[in-house]
């Protein structure tokens, strides 16, 4: 029984429960009479009832998943034969892997027979296991919801202890996402702390040098790399000014336009079409960076006699500002439009005109959302990848000079990780010092970006 | 007072329609110079409405569409050549939920002073500031606070603050669209003593729900019903001697 059927059984049983559970209900309140009746509505009964089979089906479930390769790998060397064992030169374990990792139906030709015959027991002993592991849990909820509906008398609230299972159910849900991001730093870190074994994080954070090559054998010919992320950073943040200041006016001028100017017809045309610039794949932009904007942006150049790299941080940064545009508009014209229109009509009735009311009361009262919006696209564009990797190149050169070719740390990650690597050496564990960074500096960002909408949002009231 | 009766604002057949919605019909209304004049009626009957015409802040809603005439001093607020700005300016508004600008008391009050430029420096401008609040009633209690949010100030100070606003950029009329109707006993018997005081200097329309504050602070009183002018006059003769069934219905108690 794999875990679909178990599924359908699960909810035609709690069906079942929870037809049973409210006509038990109701058979008590009208064996009750007309002046007693049971605290709480019969569904809260079944619901109760229904608690009692799902949720230790849940946790046992989880349960068996987690147990079950350690399960697994007792079974299979159990089965193997202990001379099998002992010719096996190497640790025992990696026998049980290369049980487990043999195709029944096509053994790879010149498999040991006993391990194909251990590959057989072993798939056979998991479906009863997993059959009966999964109809005993099943018959355990049963059990455990006929109990509670049992329970059902005068003196036992449902509704109750429903409302406590409910916040419960709704804390853990929320539980869930916290954990994982708990669980990406911690991949991360591990990751990172071995890179910063090898090269110190002192050198890392403050080097000024970025040449990630590494000799993989010791006789080949290659520099010793070296990993001072500055001109990285440096990259990042050049790109992200320069598209911060093309999506910042840009981006909140529509936002004022929009909430504030234009007819209801206007701002129904105008929107939806900001919002299509938020759905353009990324990549797609960065074409557009690479193919439009990087050459014609040379072009421009050679008629001033500039020198512009055809991949240069002002194409990226431009292309990367106008992708954000959408998302700074947006959120600045949410918070925009919820200024309350008692402070507008205040400003219109001491003869304010439009620009004034919304230079000296609509912005300061919306500058928190706004500033809020702005960070949360800085973190945005921090993290973006495709664009800078198809028009600003990888090099890393430490410039501010925004007509030349850089790089940024998405880009590193991408370029390090790319094509076969080993995982202990420098260059690949760079990438994750290098990620670790980048989320330090997004996750502060928002959690500043939140403070500060939180810290001004009940200021109208 | 009453015998020197000098017309502030008069107005002539004035409709007013939301789309096509009729909210005022054809209302004739004097208002009277350093006088009180208090709009009542049942909720909808087009006070608001009808106030709001008179510094053309329906202006600011989309749909709205004016006929008739308002004139201040014989002049027609309407005309094509007038500046709404401008006409704010003289005729100043308070708003029913007291809604102070997220900014500090002191450029609350001078919000106004500084975008039509009405101070030359920055002592003319601190000085009408204090000015302003003193007239409100307002200033011993912030005169040490003057940095701090005018939002954190209780209901009744935020509205008196509004006044004092209101009243910083020296206006003829000062409209109030019902000041206490979110604010406690005290505060409004507080906002109440500076509209007697205020009388002097300003004229004063204001709605309200109160027909209590009406006899209160008003010399002359209008009722309003589904968007027609009722009856109008002394607000003693209103209240003692109503001439139509609405009103006596009204004020009485017996509808609304």
Known sequence: MGLGSFCVLIILIATFITWYGNNKALRVNHALGKDLKLPSLPKYYSFYAILWLIIPSIILILTWYIAKPLILDVLVLSFISEDTIKNFSGDPSMLVDRVKSINIERPFPGTDTNLIEAAVYLKKTLERVQTFTFLSILSLGCFLSFIAIKKINPAFRARQIVEKYNVAILLVCSVVAIVTTIGIVFSLIFEALRFFDKIPLFDFLFGLSWSPQMAIREDQVASQGSFGAIPIFAGTLLITIIAMTVAI???????????????????????????????????????????TVGPFLKGLGDVFSLNIASESALAAGSVMGIMIIPFISSLSDDVISAVPQSLKDGSYAMGATKSETVKKVILPAALPGIVGAILLAISRAVGETMIVVMAAGIA???????????????????????????????????????????????????????????KYREKYE | MVSKKKIKVLTKRVSVFYGDKQAIKDVNLEIYENQVTSLIGPSGCGKSTFLRCINRMNDTIDICR??????????????????????????GMVFQKPNPFPKSIFDNVAYGPQIHGLTNSKEELEDLVVN????????????????????????????????????????EIILMDEPCSALDPIATAVIEELIDEL???????????????AARVSQQTAYFHMGNLIEFGETSKIFQNPKNKQTQDYITGRIG
């Open chain 2, 199 to 213: 009388m002097q200097n300003y004229t004063i329309v204001i709605v309200t729900h109160s027909m209590q504050q």
């Open chain 2, 132 to 171: 302003s609040l003193q007239k409100a009633g307002l200033f011993n209690e912030v005169k040490d606070r003057m940095n701090e949010s005018g939002t954190s100030l209780s209901g009744g100070q935020q509205q008196r603050l509004c006044i004092a606003r209101a009243i910083a950029v020296s206006p």
């Open chain 1, 396 to 454: 890393a050169n430490l410039t501010a000079n925004p007509l030349e070719a850089v790089t940024t740390v998405t880009v590193q990650i991408v370029t390090l990780l790319i094509g076969d690597q080993e995982f202990d050496s420098a260059k690949t564990l760079a990438a994750f010092a290098l990620g670790i960074t980048l989320f330090v500096v997004t996750l502060m960002l928002n959690l500043f970006a939140l403070r500060i909408v939180h």
């Open chain 2, 66 to 91: 004016i006929t008739g005439k308002v004139l201040i001093d014989n002049d027609d607020i309407y005309k094509a050549t007038l500046d709404p700005v401008l006409l704010r300016a003289r005729v």
């Open chain 1, 249 to 291: 006016p840009v981006g909140l001028t529509s936002a004022i336009f929009l909430s504030q100017y234009s007819s209801p017809m206007t701002r129904s045309i105008i929107k939806p079409l900001l919002e299509i610039l938020a759905g353009v794949p990324t990549v797609v932009y960065g074409f557009f960076a690479a193919i």
